[in-house]
């Protein structure tokens, strides 16, 4: 079993659409993607290939996209030996099943399903190459798949009602209240970033809140709240919020 020191490489080849054909983009480890067009053969050397992680946009159909990804052996076509690729993993041998299939042949992945960021984020497979008698061929590879996030959850309110209470009289820009909302989308990125703004307020002729729109603060304007004044109704002042998330 002379494999020498600079070993048989399981390559993985990786299918990325840059909007102008199809390119192979193969990533070695501790250093810099290279990008090798289809027609030069990766260089064998001592290290153990990487891949990289491959990206698709969730809520999309990605059929277009198809093979994303292709694992291929390097000492199977060199020995010309007869090879079976198999990949495991969510998605493929864990649920949810059936988001990916392969071709046993070629080490071609392709993604059968629109893809939900929400319930999966992100899928981490590996590829094996096979030999005659079922054997690794090669050292299995890991295939890590990100589920990008799109806009698609709106802000929900934590509370149906918020209930607010400020002393009458409170100077200007006393904090009466704070009002919240969550959004699934992938926190920390706008597209889980929150606005609120006050749709109406009663009464509408002298507004006596103002809302910071990031925070959901609600604040007292300089228009002085006297209880008995406003007495229509009894508690005198009510808000209606909104909340939007961004690029909604
Ligand atoms: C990474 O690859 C480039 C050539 O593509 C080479 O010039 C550079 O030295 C390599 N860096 C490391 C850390 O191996
Ligand atoms: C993967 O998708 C490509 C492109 O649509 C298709 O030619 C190929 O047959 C598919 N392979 C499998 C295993 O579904």
């Known amino acids: 079993m002379a494999r020498g ?34 027609h030069i053969h990766p260089v064998r050397q001592k290290r153990a290939w990487i891949t990289a992680p491959v990206a698709l946009r969730e809520g999309e159909d990605l059929s277009r996209k198809n093979p994303i990804a292709k694992i291929h052996s390097d000492l199977a ?22 988001v990916f299939v392969f071709n046993k042949d070629t080490g071609e992945l392709n993604v059968t399903t629109i893809l939900d960021r929400e319930e999966t984020p992100f899928f981490l ?6 030999d005659e008698r079922g054997k690794n061929l090669e050292k299995p590879i890991e295939l890590r798949i990100k589920v990008l996030d799109i806009n698609d959850n709106e802000p929900v309110f934590t509370q149906d ?26 926190p920390n990125t706008l597209n889980s970033k929150i606005s609120y703004r006050i749709v109406s307020q009663e009464p509408a002729s002298s507004p006596v809140f103002y809302l910071n729109k990031d925070t959901g603060e609600i604040y007292t304007t300089s228009i002085t709240l006297d209880r008995e004044d406003n007495n229509d109704p009894p508690l005198g002042i009510c808000c209606l919020v909104s909340a939007i998330s961004h690029m909604w």
Request: glycine share 10%; net charge negative; charged share 25%.
């Open 5 to 38: 020191a600079e070993g048989a490489l399981l390559l993985f080849l990786i299918c990325f659409d840059f909007g102008n054909g199809l390119h192979f983009e193969v990533l070695h480890s501790r250093n810099e993607s290279k990008l090798l067009p289809k």
């Open 77 to 98: 076509e060199e020995k010309n030996l007869k090879i079976t690729y198999k990949y495991t993993g969510k998605g493929i041998t864990e649920p949810p099943f059936g």
């Open 125 to 130: 497979l590996t590829g094996y190459a096979l």
């Open 161 to 186: 009602v918020f209930v607010g209470s400020v002393e009458e009289l409170s100077a200007a820009n006393t904090l009466v209240m704070k009002i919240t909302a969550t959004d699934a989308d992938e």
